[in-house]
């Protein structure tokens, strides 16, 4: 069993046992043959899954279980979600619905050995407001944050909800239980990026800016508020992670970032020119930054071995030369990011940006 993802909006390619799938988040998988990649349609897992469904489904290492989330399931700009479990034959084992705080474009979502956190942030969804001329899809700043929690196997009427001053996150890096504390690492922007507010205003560039965040709940305490650290100064996104540690602590973590401090302010500035790893239990971070003028792809992790030690093992990611004009598929060692790739795929065409790129072993 693999995981594959490339994403637009959020497409995923999908593999457990011989079955292949791409996923966006506005629609149910779409098969294609693993070997011909010749389409098959789209599938609802014996009719369990016939709404939208997640770009960014997690599968726990240990059980192989594949988590997957919806939002809006019951047609646009509804405030409800859908939560659901797939076993390894692709058999739906649980699916649950519940109503968020309000309706929002949730991309992505967090889980742990123990528990499922739904993040709403004020990315809202408003049928009402597109039929006055506003945009359908806008920041909403005078709305909290809020975060559902759930342990995992549990119904959907006992989540929690915690909330925050407005936040955004797109992507998440990973959570995990520490004792009755979810600790989660997320890209945290103030805003969200490239999107108007309410009434259609362009945001503020260095508020769009995401950055390496650590959002903390305590379980045990009886408040809904939760904490929220920046870990990074760096503008960044795209986090990566070992994962075979999903879910769990995480040592090293990857991301595609600028190399100085500075705003997103300019149209080409989601465009990362370095690539950055994280070692959380010493502090370090390395970077190994392209030449002038030339982007970089999220990074994607492959291990040296399956019992390899997390983090030992190989950073792939798509690089565009901006005086070529074409793309390179770059090799790092994991461990030694700042002395370049130890590999280069040289390619004499350019291969087209996608927000999520992976890996799959041979057969």
Excluded at 268 to 281: G, K, P, Q, T
Aim: aromatic content about 10%; glycine content about 8%.
């Amino acid at each position: 069993m693999t995981l594959s993802q490339r994403e637009g909006l959020g497409c995923l390619q999908l593999e457990r046992e011989d079955r292949l799938f791409a996923l966006e988040e506005s629609h149910q998988p779409f098969e294609l043959d693993p070997c011909t990649l010749a389409s098959m349609g789209h599938q609802s897992f014996g009719g369990r899954v016939t709404s939208r469904c997640t770009a960014h489904p997690k599968i726990d290492p240990e059980s192989g279980e594949l988590h997957f989330f919806a939002y809006s399931p019951d047609g646009p700009c509804s405030p409800s979600m859908l939560y659901g479990v797939m076993d390894t034959r692709c058999e739906v084992t649980q699916l649950q619905s519940f109503t968020a705080p309000y309706a929002s474009m949730v991309h992505d979502f967090m889980v742990t050995r123990g528990h499922v956190l739904f993040p709403v942030t004020p990315l809202t969804l408003s049928v009402e407001r597109a039929m006055r001329g506003k945009p359908l899809l806008a920041w909403d700043a005078s709305l909290r944050t809020h975060v559902g929690v759930m342990q995992r196997g549990s119904a959907a009427d006992t989540l929690r909800w915690f909330q925050t001053d407005a936040c955004h996150m797109f992507h998440v890096m990973n959570a995990w239980d520490d004792g009755d504390t979810i600790v989660a690492y997320v890209m945290q922007s103030e805003t969200a990026p490239g999107l108007p507010d309410a009434e259609g205003r362009p945001g503020a560039p260095e508020a769009m800016a995401a950055r390496l965040c650590r959002w903390t709940f305590h379980l045990a305490d009886a408040g809904t508020g939760f904490r929220r650290d920046y870990l990074d100064d760096l503008a960044a996104e795209f986090p990566r992670i070992d994962e075979r540690y999903t879910g769990r602590r995480n040592r090293y973590g990857f991301t595609t970032c600028h190399a100085t401090s500075r705003a997103r302010g300019d149209s080409e500035s989601v465009l990362y020119n370095s690539l950055a790893r994280f070692d959380f239990d010493t502090g370090e971070r390395s970077i190994h930054t392209l030449p002038h003028g030339d982007v970089v792809s999220e990074p994607v992790f492959v291990p040296r071995a399956d019992d390899a030690a997390e983090g030992d093992g190989w950073l792939l990611a798509v690089a565009w030369r901006e005086r070529e004009k074409r793309s390179d598929l770059l090799v790092f060692d994991a461990m030694g990011l700042p002395a370049g790739p130890v590999a280069v795929a040289r390619l004499p065409h350019r291969v087209p940006f996608g927000f999520h790129g992976t890996w799959r072993p041979s057969v």
